[in-house]
């Protein structure tokens, strides 16, 4: 089934290569030449939660199994199994001593941890640091700290080295991740005064949002729109976040939804980054966390001329989505 959380056919996000998923003796990038201190003892790592790190490395790093510190405890909630929370990352190299991958720019977002869930075997790049930050962040951390850890790409990583980042499977890996912020449950805020005429009845079940009713709406027209049914008081979406929402997809006059997450858990994803549909790139940047918003999506902005067919989707059909906002880091 198609999902807004996948590119339109024709875009691609990097993937992993075959030989990252398969092979267990890919050599290091370093030689083997001994390194210098071990561990935290050749790396030292500052700056603000929140921002990128500054990390300076002593030389070539060497490892002697993993090591992991808190280097700043959080004074918000204490998280529990099956908790979720919005991280940032930053991942670099202490053989050669260089950043390789981080989230805090407006190119890569960062990640959506559920304690306790078994990692994912990665698929593309930005899978590799969310798999490795849901094995680094348990029970018992508090939103605000920042984690730390080394140890060899096996170790850190779970995967034996990542030539796409240059990282061997002998290379020392420093992985740093700030717990940003957990996400809202459902919508907080004001409901919208006015709901443009365009807007279809929602239908809900205990509140919780099953279909649209599109009788007496008007045709859609090739335009992209939104409107604002709950005006959320979080903060604005910025294009690179993490953005984590529900949601819920039908074409218009459609009988069911095509796709929804409500019955099931809410999605993270990288938003004004090719990710997902063009439409939810253009729409969702600059709404408010806490949001429930519409979009009415041409199919320009959506799955394009060919449409979706294992979805029902035809290449004329607008798509209609209703989207809670709970979380953008």
């Known amino acids: 089934m198609s999902t807004p959380l996948s590119p339109r056919p024709g875009r691609r996000t990097a993937a992993v290569s075959a030989a990252l998923l398969l092979s267990v003796s890919l050599a290091a990038c370093g030689s083997d030449e001994e390194g210098g201190a071990t561990g935290f003892d050749a790396v030292e790592i500052s700056g603000e939660v929140g921002s990128a790190p500054e990390v300076a490395f002593d030389g070539q790093m060497s490892v002697d199994g993993t090591e992991t510190e808190t280097l700043a405890e959080g004074d918000g909630a204490e998280l529990a199994a099956g908790d979720s929370v919005m991280v940032n990352y930053w991942i670099g190299n202490g053989f050669d001593g260089e950043p390789v991958d981080d989230s805090y720019g407006d190119k890569t977002a960062g990640a959506l941890v559920t304690l306790g869930a078994e990692p994912q ?127 819920l997809g039908q074409v218009y006059d459609g009988d069911e939804p095509f796709d929804e997450s409500y019955s099931g858990e809410p999605v993270g994803f990288g938003i004004g980054l090719g990710q997902v549909i063009e439409g939810w790139d253009e729409a969702l940047v600059g709404q408010t966390v806490g949001s429930r918003v519409v979009l009415a999506i041409p199919p320009a902005q959506g799955y394009g001329e060919q449409g979706s067919p294992q979805a029902g989707i035809e290449g004329d059909d607008t798509l209609y989505f209703v989207v809670d906002v709970l979380g953008a880091a």
């Open 121 to 247: 075997q990665p698929q593309t790049v930005d899978q590799v640091a969310a798999a490795a930050a849901t094995r680094l962040v348990e029970a018992g951390a508090t939103v605000g700290s920042r984690i730390a850890t080394v140890g060899t790409a096996p170790e850190v990583l779970g995967l034996p080295g990542v030539p796409e980042l240059g990282i061997g499977n002998l290379d020392p890996v420093v992985l740093v991740v700030d717990l940003v912020e957990q996400p809202l449950e459902a919508p907080e805020g004001q409901d919208a005064a006015d709901v443009p005429g365009w807007v279809p009845e929602l239908v809900e079940r205990d509140d919780v949002p099953t279909g649209w009713d599109f009788q007496g709406t008007p045709e859609p027209t090739d335009e992209l729109r939104s409107a604002t049914l709950v005006e959320g008081e979080g903060p604005e979406v910025e294009k690179g976040d993490l953005l984590v929402a529900n949601y």
